[in-house]
């Protein structure tokens, strides 16, 4: 067990080389460059600009220079947010963005199994009509729709909760962001909960545990639910990354400062150092995550060994 | 374990919904919106309006903006200029200090002007202090940085030395590259003197936190010259840069103001906030660029003709819901030292006749009905306004040309990469905001010379010669008037369409007093004071 | 449920009389037994010739301004009605730069009177056509040397049902050219998620050890990488194709589609029917066309009616980047992302989408489910 951590996370450097590799490149094929503005500027401050950041230099030596600091932890200035070193930003809005994850992750987890298996035991049933016409609801309203529409509602029009900001960090203001963002996602948990825990109910096992009288509730939690979780494990891995590391859509609606927006700001102005900061960040949470989750594979189905 | 975790994250969430209440202020806050998260602090690299509000608060510079958008003393008490007009002696406040207690020197505005104009500082407004002795040539690195034509005579008497007789200088000193920075705490802390903590400013607020796109926090400066007088305990800056988010937290009243929202939303939010929605002329042009390289678009009566087909009042009315005024003009109108610009010829006609008027130029170049085919390509930047002045402005081409229309977009970056580059196209939207209250700053856009901001290629030798006068021209009203002509020029070339006058969209709430809606768009929190 | 083994071609008959009860078939039997993925399937089909045909049976198309109906509501009367006439014609006065003294409208028909200080220009009726109200206007008299002058012509109506946008284009026509787009950017990017996800994972999973483990830190390092550059980097160099667009959504949704087969598969493989199969035999390739694949299904098929939404919902987030189908073309998600920012100025202009768009996504759950209960091969 151990060694197969040990050997995946050896196996992880040389994709995050060939990840940081590839999208230096590739961001250089992108027309425009950090300091194309819409005033432009003149071509003596561009070129001391260039100048500074070592931008004038051929390709493959900033790459190389890129590389050898990376190595060694400094992910260099960013472009835009010029105060700060990419790493201090990502510093300081992480913790945010991972709360608000997690509180989403466990908010769309807990309720979408929840409801999926409830939907699953009672299948056909109105009950399971209406919990999976309401996941349908989830998933196909997007979070632009869905945060405006709760800040209209409980912000404005019944002044309860904040309109958005980080505040004090307690839930009053964290609670309609983490809804906005877990919807989708706990809409996602109760469908393949649902579809994997009636395809379960129906197997050998489980009608051989019922058919020896075993009370139901047994049956469903500690047979069933083993091997109906299997789809749901394989989603949490891109989900819980994709959660942890913020949204940017969730992040500017409710004004939350943390690094979903990065990505995409850094994408569209080009900021080179941010944008390979965040594609190393999301690059580690996906491996970690996923080994995570073959290490839970093997839990919940003793077939799948690590060998 | 599940439905344990779930109990407890319910009765959690319960209990702080609940019993959550806000913290009572005795103190006067202002919950300022800014419409973006500030990129720098620094005054040699800001070059954004949304840094300008904050940096103004923060520091102070020779002269500033009153509330009225005037220009009146700031760190200086007074000044005298020369009598050839070049050489400007400021007299600093005696109690001029830095938020740490130490006095304001010119020692720090002679050493904030040479680290701007450094080479190595990279400072991406350094023009704005080119009319300086010298200052073009050390940003060039063609001089050196102690020939700069600023000195200090003594701690409070600063001497500066312009290239030429500048009319606008004193507008320019105002401008967020020009306000000084502690010469003590940027030699000691390097480029960390930006941060909160050690931080040191002049202004009438000091740093106190900053959140990156959370918030910015700034407490009154107790060392400011004019404590007595500013009004704020603290000054709650909001980086929000979606417009619909920082709306919707003004109507939850959870911020006083709101710089820049959507114009779309003008009418609603008059319905409800009344006189609480304030729209400002400032001094920026948005303009429709012709690659004048490309045919059909070398020809002059082409460009005319398809300026004069776009039907400006539309677009100010209902695209931008009133909150645009028609240009016709790339100068803005309200320029106090440059008057009423010279507008194109059609200015004065009405919607019908420039139509007429466009076709029989459409027809004599040889395009549209019964000519060669029209087709146009018209490139935007990505945004929904201009995306809807574009959808506009193409129906209004097609309605009257019988043109084919197109319209491209693209991120801002490569909009203005691929312009700025001189790359190939029909027509392409830009837009232009006053550095400095100046008409100078907008005609040298089209100097054939300025390979980077004239998009169009323009070149007229004509018009050329005329700007390059005015800047030997002392005499401010003969420079006016050689500015006029060029613009006279441009307006019969129009190698650009300009389409409309900008204005800011602020929302005021009504805790707020001292607020005056300005052309300069200058809004220093130390005039402005809340009530409970 | 090993009769799948035993049944190894499908569509091979196994005596005359089940010839019509292949797999296939006895699947569509049970799909058209159930009701909701029949609606769901009604539904769509209705959906489809709305966004197909639809367009023509409106006469407006999706990207006319109609400078005089700017952000009007949704309403089953035609505009403009009578009251708002007289405005329109004082506007449209004022704009010709002369005082309207009397108006009515008759009908179909309009008469009014004009009057200036000096003598009107004859072609100020041309005003009167521009403005989308009034077409057809004609001088009939001339008073008091040209300063007088009495003009009919014709009111033109149009129906707006769903509204108009800032842009004064009509929301219905917008809303189909929408649906066109959105379902088919939606189809065929879940089709080439599904085909190369589905192969992909099974592969993947089936043959194990080292192959697996290099096929999977491929999928983990495309998972990482740039989503928003690489669409960038691709519309800029092959331009803003609406090809391009389902391409690219669906080179990036197979990824999830990758691992939940893989997931499945390594479950399946130890199985006894596959052992089976091993020991009959039959190749990898067969093995995981015929019993790896199949089996998948359910989970993979419940997965589709996650991406097809997912991929309408990415396609306007591009849109909302910029990076989407080029305006004048628009998209629901577009649409829906521009309505947003509207609610409570004008909430037509996302109620419409937003009906279409929950109408569809709950259409192609419920015909996912069904599939899923027909194509279960444990569930005969």
């Known amino acids: 067990m151990l060694a197969f951590v040990l050997r995946r996370l050896a196996s992880a450097v040389p994709t995050l080389f060939i990840v940081v590799t590839i999208s230096f490149f590739l961001m250089r094929f992108a027309p425009g460059g950090p300091f194309n503005l819409e005033r432009p500027l003149p071509p003596a401050t561009m070129e001391n600009i260039m100048r500074t950041y070592q931008l004038d230099q051929p390709l493959w030596r900033q790459y190389v220079t890129y590389i050898t600091n990376a190595v060694q932890g400094d992910f260099g200035p960013s472009y835009i947010y010029k105060d700060n070193s990419v790493a201090e930003l990502i510093g300081k809005g992480l913790p945010y963005s991972m709360e608000l994850g997690l509180y989403a992750l466990l908010l769309a987890l807990i309720g979408g199994v929840t409801l999926g298996t409830i939907a699953a035991l009672r299948q056909n049933s109105l009950l399971d009509f209406s919990i999976m016409s309401l996941a349908t609801v989830g998933t196909t309203i997007p979070n632009f729709v ?96 994709a959660l942890m ?56 189905d003793p077939r799948v060994r690590h060998d | 374990m599940s439905s344990r975790l779930l109990k407890l994250s319910a009765a959690a969430l319960l209990g702080s919904v609940l019993f959550a209440s806000a913290p009572a202020f005795a103190e006067a806050v202002l919950h300022r919106g800014n419409a973006g998260e500030p990129q720098t602090l620094d005054q040699a690299q800001t070059s954004i309006n949304i840094e300008a509000f904050i940096l103004k608060d923060l520091y102070e510079g020779l002269t500033i903006y ?128 930006v941060k909160p903590g050690t931080m040191v400013s002049n202004g009438a607020f000091k740093l ?17 010259w004019d404590a007595a007088n500013t009004k704020l305990d603290k000054v709650i800056f909001y980086p929000i840069d979606d417009q619909a988010a920082s709306v919707r937290r003004f109507e939850a009243k959870e911020m006083d103001l709101v710089f820049n929202f959507s114009a779309d939303q003008i009418e609603r939010l008059r ?49 931008y819901s009133g909150s645009q005024i028609p240009a016709y003009s790339l100068v803005p109108p309200g320029m106090a030292t440059y008057g009423e610009p010279s507008k194109a010829s059609f200015a004065e006609m009405s919607q019908l006749d420039r139509e007429d008027k466009a076709l029989e130029l459409m027809k004599e170049a040889g395009y549209g009905e019964g000519g060669k085919p029209l087709e146009i390509e018209i490139r935007y930047n990505t945004n929904p306004n201009h995306e809807r002045v574009a959808t506009a402005v193409a129906d209004m081409w097609k309605n009257t040309f019988n043109a084919k229309v197109t319209m491209t977009n693209l991120d801002v970056s490569s909009h203005y990469a691929y312009l700025q580059e001189g790359g190939k196209f029909n027509v392409a939207r830009a837009g232009w905001v006053a550095d400095y209250a100046d008409a100078e700053n907008f005609l040298a856009l089209n100097l054939s010379t300025n390979k980077t901001f004239n998009y169009g290629k323009y070149n007229n030798p ?71 | 449920m090993t009769d799948i083994v035993t049944n190894p071609a499908p569509t091979q008959p196994e005596n005359p009389d089940t010839k019509s009860r292949s797999l296939f078939q006895l699947a569509a039997l049970r799909f058209r037994r159930n009701k909701a993925a029949m609606a769901g399937c009604v539904m769509m089909v209705l959906i489809a010739l709305f966004s197909y045909i639809g367009p023509f049976f409106v006469p407006h198309s999706y990207d006319q301004v109609y400078s005089s109906y700017v952000s009007v509501g949704p309403s089953l009367e035609p505009r403009p009605d009578e009251a708002s006439l007289e405005d329109a014609m004082r506007g449209v006065a004022t704009r010709a730069r002369v005082n309207l003294d009397e108006f009515n409208v008759e009908g179909q028909a309009f008469t009014a009177t004009l009057s200036a200080e000096s003598p009107i220009d004859p072609r100020a009726t041309r005003y009167f056509d521009r403005a989308n109200e009034f077409n057809n206007t004609q001088v009939v008299a001339t008073e008091n040397d040209g300063r007088v002058l009495k003009v009919e012509g014709n009111v033109s109506r149009e129906y707006f049902f769903f509204g108009t946008d800032p842009n004064g284009r009509d929301m219905l026509a917008r809303v189909m050219l929408g649906g066109q787009i959105s379902i088919a950017v939606g189809l065929l990017a879940s089709l080439v998620s599904l085909g190369i996800g589905v192969l992909y994972g099974a592969t993947s999973g089936y043959l194990g050890g080292r192959v697996d483990n290099v096929m999977m830190r491929f999928v983990e390092i495309l998972y990482s990488l740039p989503f928003v550059f690489l669409v960038v980097v691709l519309v800029v160099f092959f331009g803003r194709s609406f090809i391009l667009i389902f391409l690219v959504i669906g080179a990036v949704e197979w990824l999830d589609m990758a691992r939940i087969v893989r997931g499945q598969t390594l479950a399946l493989k130890r199985r006894e029917f596959v052992g089976a199969a091993q020991a009959l035999g039959l190749s990898d390739w067969q093995i995981i066309r015929r019993h790896i694949i199949p089996n998948t299904i359910g989970p993979v098929i419940v997965f589709v009616t996650v991406v097809v939404p997912k991929v309408i919902l990415l396609e306007s987030f591009l849109s909302f980047l910029g990076l989407g189908v080029q305006a004048p073309l628009t998209s629901w998600g577009a649409l829906i992302s521009e309505g947003a920012s509207n609610i409570q100025s004008a909430p037509w202009l996302l109620i419409f989408p937003a009906i279409f768009f929950v109408a569809t996504l709950f259409s192609l759950n419920f015909i996912g489910d069904g599939l899923r209960d027909a194509l279960d091969p444990k569930d005969r």
């Open chain 1, 146 to 241: 869905v945060g405006p529409v709760l800040t209209l509602i409980f912000a404005i029009v019944l002044s309860m909760l904040p309109a958005g900001g980080w505040g004090d960090g307690s839930l009053r203001f964290l609670l309609l962001p983490m809804i906005a963002l877990a919807l989708p996602q706990l809409a996602v948990f109760a469908r393949l909960t649902r579809g994997s825990m009636i395809e379960a109910l129906h197997a050998d096992h489980i009608r051989t545990a019922r058919a020896y009288g075993l009370p139901p509730r047994i049956v469903v939690i500690t047979h069933a639910m083993r091997g109906a979780l299997l789809p749901v494990v394989s989603y949490l891995a891109p989900c819980a990354a």
């Open chain 1, 245 to 300: 590391t913020g949204s940017a859509v969730v992040e500017t609606i409710f004004t939350i400062p943390g690094i979903g927006r990065y990505f995409v700001l850094g994408a569209l102005n080009r900021d080179y150092t941010l944008v390979m900061g965040t594609v190393v960040l999301i690059a580690i949470f996906v491996i970690v995550f996923n080994l995570v989750v073959d290490l839970i594979y093997g839990l919940l």
């Open chain 2, 66 to 193: 009153d509330a009225a958008g005037k220009i009146i003393p700031g760190a200086a008490e007074s000044w005298t200029l020369s009598d050839d007009g070049v050489t400007y002696t400021f007299k600093l406040r005696e109690n001029a200090k830095w938020s740490d207690g130490t006095p304001v020197t010119a020692q720090d505005f002679e050493f904030s002007f040479k680290r701007v104009e450094d080479p190595k500082t990279a400072a991406k407004y350094a023009n704005i202090l080119y009319p300086i002795k010298n200052a073009e040539a050390i940003n060039n690195g063609k001089a050196e940085i102690a020939t700069l034509g600023v000195k200090a005579v003594d701690d409070k008497t600063l001497e500066v030395t312009l290239e030429r007789p500048t009319p606008f200088f004193l507008e320019l000193l105002a401008h967020q590259t020009a306000l000084p920075v502690s010469k003590a705490s940027v030699e000691k802390n390097g480029a960390d003197f």
């Open chain 2, 208 to 224: 106190v936190s900053h959140v990156p796109n959370d918030s910015l926090v700034v407490e009154k400066n107790e060392h400011h």
């Open chain 2, 271 to 319: 319905g409800s906030y009344k006189d609480q929605v304030h729209v400002s002329p400032t001094l920026a042009t948005y303009y429709y660029v012709f690659d004048g390289s490309q045919a059909p678009y070398d020809d002059v009566r082409v460009r005319n003709a398809l300026s004069m087909a776009v039907d400006r009042d539309f677009l100010a009315k209902e695209i």
């Open chain 2, 462 to 532: 004509e018009f050329d010669a005329l700007m390059k006068k005015s800047y030997e021209e002392e005499n401010p009203e003969a420079r006016s008037k050689l500015l006029h002509e060029a613009e006279a020029l441009l307006s019969r070339d129009q190698p650009v369409a300009p389409l409309l006058t900008q204005a800011d969209l602020w929302l005021v709430s009504n805790r707020v007093s001292g607020w005056e809606d300005n052309a300069a768009n200058e809004h220093l929190s130390r005039f402005l004071s809340v009530s409970e």
